[in-house]
């Protein structure tokens, strides 16, 4: 069994026996209230669900297992000369609990490596598609082609044991974040550069082997950007869509191919993974419309009010959950102030963090929860920077980092035994009469 491995089971059952001491002694034990509005509100902050590999603070941001992104970009091992962690540690840390030593992380890049190969039905099935397909539509097709490799789906049909869920799940899961690089960089090159693939670079850690492949930057700050966005992208607790669809068909024992292809469905929606290149193309709109791409705060603040007015939103501003600047954003501003010396996009981001917050604070009388912006508001301008210009890709970076996370948690939820989810619904009659009710009794 190898180290990583061996380092989570012995995790995971300990955690799987605690918490059945738990569930006797507390089962009964009430959390929280459910409000009539939560249910007519897409649920939003009900408590209603496990997920062990991270946790999202309104006022602190995203911890991953109790370390936030500051810690952890000092914390975890990095690559030499580069002072962003790499993901491979990241993978480690929410399988595990623990920080990984750089040992520990070398060995995980090197198993990434072992196992990133991607079938040749897959690139065959990518081939026949149209090439102006949306790159998240080949994506998608692309993980559930390789279902064919799953190791879960083979165990489960010759009779895996509950107990070894977990192990078939863990497998898989390695495999297929070891193999989306090079599916990525290969839906990159085939929509945009004309099908001039480049070859993996087996000298490279998984991070900047994706930068590699893209082929747009050598650059060794573009290595170090690839590292810092798959880790900081990597997971946001389990109630943000992505999350919770691979969570939700996972839980009916759907493999690890279904599941994240699932996922990366419900991350290709507009509400959810579409915010960076909504950002990027309304920073392109300001400067069109205001008619440079050096406007004056002034500026800013006077066309930033007429959107306002007129119904819109400010794209990058305001989060479900986080009530401060999300430390994603100021991880990536610090790159960019240490990198990118002089980028006009890079500056108008930066200008937009000075005078959006105070108009969207006194907007309809305060009104607005959370004025600050969140990580879609930076991602872009950083990516454009390097060379990236074409948005309908973003997404497809983001699902790249996005299955670390989500693959970590649904291993945990196999080793935990979580059962197949089925909240219960209610119609809006049921609710009326609900009401009605206590209105007759009070």
Known sequence: MDMLKQRFKDKALALFQKNREMLKAHGDMVIGETKVSQLFGGMRGMKSMIWETSQL?????????????????????????????????????????DLPTQEEVKWVTEEWKKRSEVPEHTFKMLESLPVDTHPMTQYSLAIVSMQTESIFARRYAEGLPKSEYWDAYYEDSMNLIASLPRLAAY?????????????????????????HMLGISESPDFKSL????????????????????????????????????????????????????EVIKWILELTENIGTDEPTEEQLAEYITETLKSGKVIPGYGHAVLRKPDPRYMAQRRFAEEYIKDNKIVNIVWKLFSVVPPILEKWKSGKVKNPWPNVDAHSGSLLMHYGIKEFSYYTVMFGVSRAMGVLAAGTWSRALGMPIERPKSMTSEAISQLIANATVEE
């Open 57 to 97: 603070d309104a006022f602190e941001g995203i911890r991953f297992r109790g370390y936030s992104i500051p810690q952890l970009r000092q914390a975890l091992p990095k690559a030499e000369g580069c002072n962003e962690p790499l993901p491979e540690g990241l993978f480690w840390l929410m399988l595990t609990g």
């Open 187 to 211: 839906i990159y090159r085939r929509t945009y550069h004309n099908g001039e693939h480049i070859a993996p670079d087996p000298s490279l850690d998984w991070g900047a082997n994706f930068a």
């Open 226 to 277: 690839m590292r810092l966005y798959l880790t900081i992208h990597a997971d946001h607790e389990g109630g943000n869509a992505s999350a919770h669809t691979t969570h939700l068909v996972g839980s009916t024992l759907s493999d690890p191919y279904y599941s994240l292809a699932s996922g990366m469905n419900a991350l290709a929606g507009p509400l959810h993974g579409l915010a960076t290149q």
